[in-house]
């Protein structure tokens, strides 16, 4: 009969699971040593491409592979072998020959694999909670300039878990910890890529965008926009823009600005008998022309470019006379134009 496992041993499982990604991630060092030197450069180190990691395979890579995966129950070798990856990475920059060059690999590059191996398992096992962690700041994907010899640029992989307890006990701290809100290294391209992430692992499905039009001329903006669809159906789309907007007059105020669009179309057919019927078709079409802004210490205040942007609305009604019929096909055309103002053209 089979007994329900405990949390200690499905804790195992999860971290028998994480390493198994991980070898999968670092690849064989003789077999495939392509992919042992990416998953270095990935990391940030300085491991010239011409590297020949198939002459001298790894010792941590040795160690990674004594872990018996199939069995994550024995404890005891589990955690030993652990040990053992743990021991070797020292010797790893002499076996690349690099160790000038990789003078902190052994002191650095632990915690970074450490923190890898939790935030890869999380982001495929667990991607609603990862997402969430990288939002508030607790998972750091952020970009990191190169720093040579040892580093180059790279996207890093952190656990930052003091902002746990920052969340819990002061949330109103994490956007100026987390995206630098309301300082002079306020990252607002971080905080919609973050929102995008959240939003795709909650199964909202959006994107980004380079932003053109009467936006960029109110606005400085400092990235790419995010795209948020409610709708996106074949005659009606609508949902929210988002922008990240520099600092204006007043200093360290960048922020976010936040737009509605709607874009909808109809057609119906009135039959008035058996020779005449009416064509109506309708369109709506409201972007990029009222909104938000949201700035640090600063009270939400309202944005309006209807005296710049297109709020365009269209009627176009057709009345129609069945070829039995001798007469004249008459049209009448009603739309709005930006400055609101309306025509009808017969």
């Given at each position: 009969?089979a007994?329900?496992?405990?949390?200690?041993e499905?804790?195992?499982?999860?971290?028998?699971?994480?390493i198994n990604?991980?070898?999968?991630d670092?690849g064989?060092?003789?077999?495939?040593?392509?992919?042992?030197l990416?998953f270095?450069?990935?990391?940030g180190w300085?491991?010239?491409?011409s590297t020949?990691?198939?002459?001298?395979?790894?010792?941590?890579?040795n160690?990674?592979?004594?872990i018996?995966?199939s069995?994550t129950?024995d404890?005891s070798s589990?955690?030993g072998?652990?040990?053992?990856?743990i021991?070797?990475?020292?010797?790893i920059?002499d076996?690349?020959g690099?160790?000038?060059?990789l003078?902190d690999?052994g002191?650095k590059?632990p915690?970074?694999?450490l923190?890898?191996?939790?935030?890869r398992h999380?982001?495929?096992e667990?991607p609603?909670?990862s997402?969430?962690?990288l939002?508030?700041?607790?998972?750091d994907?952020s970009y990191?300039?190169a720093?040579?010899?040892?580093?180059?640029?790279?996207?890093?992989y952190?656990?930052?878990?003091e902002?746990l307890?920052?969340?819990?006990?002061?949330?109103h701290?994490?956007?100026?910890?987390?995206?630098?809100?309301?300082?002079?290294?306020?990252?607002?391209?971080l905080?919609?890529?973050?929102?995008?992430?959240?939003?795709n692992a909650?199964?909202?499905?959006?994107?980004?965008?380079?932003?053109?039009?009467?936006?960029?001329?109110?606005?400085?903006?400092?990235?790419?926009?995010?795209?948020?669809?409610?709708?996106d159906?074949?005659t009606?789309?609508?949902g929210l823009e988002v922008?990240p907007i520099?600092?204006?007059?007043?200093?360290?105020?960048?922020?976010?600005?936040?737009?509605p669009?709607?874009?909808?179309?109809a057609?119906t057919?009135i039959v008035?008998?058996?020779?005449f019927?009416?064509?109506?078709?309708?369109?709506?079409?409201?972007?990029?022309?009222?909104?938000v802004?949201?700035?640090?210490?600063t009270?939400?205040?309202?944005f309006?470019l209807?005296?710049a942007?297109a709020?365009?609305g269209s009627i176009e009604?057709?009345?129609?006379i069945s070829?039995?019929?001798?007469?004249t096909i008459r049209c009448?055309?009603i739309?709005?134009?930006?400055n609101?103002?309306?025509?009808?053209?017969?």
């Amino acid at each position: 009969m089979a007994t329900d496992k405990s949390t200690f041993e499905l804790l195992i499982e999860e971290l028998g699971q994480a390493i198994n990604g991980v070898l999968n991630d670092i690849g064989n060092p003789v077999k495939s040593p392509q992919t042992t030197l990416y998953f270095l450069r990935n990391l940030g180190w300085n491991v010239p491409e011409s590297t020949d990691l198939s002459s001298s395979p790894l010792k941590f890579i040795n160690s990674f592979s004594s872990i018996n995966l199939s069995n994550t129950s024995d404890y005891s070798s589990l955690i030993g072998s652990l040990k053992n990856v743990i021991t070797d990475f020292d010797s790893i920059k002499d076996n690349l020959g690099l160790g000038a060059t990789l003078a902190d690999f052994g002191t650095k590059f632990p915690r970074q694999l450490l923190d890898y191996t939790i935030m890869r398992h999380m982001q495929y096992e667990h991607p609603k909670i990862s997402a969430f962690f990288l939002f508030i700041g607790i998972f750091d994907n952020s970009y990191q300039p190169a720093a040579l010899p040892a580093h180059i640029a790279y996207k890093q992989y952190r656990i930052e878990w003091e902002r746990l307890i920052i969340f819990l006990q002061e949330p109103h701290r994490i956007p100026e910890i987390v995206y630098g809100w309301g300082t002079p290294t306020y990252d607002g391209k971080l905080l919609i890529e973050n929102i995008e992430h959240l939003l795709n692992a909650l199964e909202i499905q959006t994107g980004v965008y380079m932003p053109t039009g009467d936006i960029t001329s109110q606005y400085s903006l400092s990235g790419d926009a995010l795209y948020v669809p409610f709708f996106d159906l074949d005659t009606v789309k609508a949902g929210l823009e988002v922008y990240p907007i520099a600092t204006d007059s007043t200093p360290n105020n960048a922020g976010l600005a936040v737009s509605p669009f709607f874009i909808g179309s109809a057609e119906t057919e009135i039959v008035i008998n058996e020779n005449f019927s009416l064509l109506i078709k309708g369109g709506l079409k409201i972007d990029k022309t009222t909104g938000v802004e949201i700035r640090p210490k600063t009270a939400i205040t309202l944005f309006d470019l209807t005296a710049a942007s297109a709020i365009n609305g269209s009627i176009e009604v057709t009345f129609r006379i069945s070829a039995r019929t001798s007469g004249t096909i008459r049209c009448a055309r009603i739309y709005q134009t930006r400055n609101r103002s309306h025509r009808i053209n017969w």
